[in-house]
């Protein structure tokens, strides 16, 4: 290879490794995307209406994990299959029920009204904080995309001219 591009191309590859790296191992895994027919679309409050009975719940959690449904404190499991999606089907009538899905140090809590509909005069309840948030993962990415650019921009700019290095080293001596 080039011995003149080495060092530019080891600065891309730590550059590629930092984009990576932080995608897969931060962000919560754990999320419930629908509850029978009604999409959550990314929300998650603290109480849902559900007006049918005995629905089936679907989500997305760490690949071929186990993932706990507690229903009023009652424990049951399912898994998660090679591609995370994961459906538990709740054998229940109408009523309230405490609702709780666990898997690892992640949950999801909230209250599930089935057969009812929405109260009169009700518009919205107020966003449960059991779970992160859906713009936090992409606002770090954001960030992370950012600081990436320009640190290879500034790379680019110093390395590009043996003047302008010469004069930021020089900087960075009298510093120390």
Known sequence: ???????????????????????YSFGASLQLNRIGSLDLDGNMYSEWWYTGSRPTFYGTAEESSTVTVKVDGTEATTSADGSGNWTYYLDEDTGDYAIEIVQGAESISFTLHLGQSLPDGSVESTESTSSVPATGFDQ???????VGVILLATYFY???????KAVFETRILKED
């Open 140 to 146: 770090y990415i954001a960030l992370m995309l950012g």
């Open 158 to 164: 110093i390395s590009g001219d043996s003047n302008r």
């Open 1 to 23: 290879m080039y011995p003149k591009f080495k060092d530019k191309i080891k600065c891309l590859v730590w550059l590629l490794l930092l984009f990576v790296v932080p995608v």
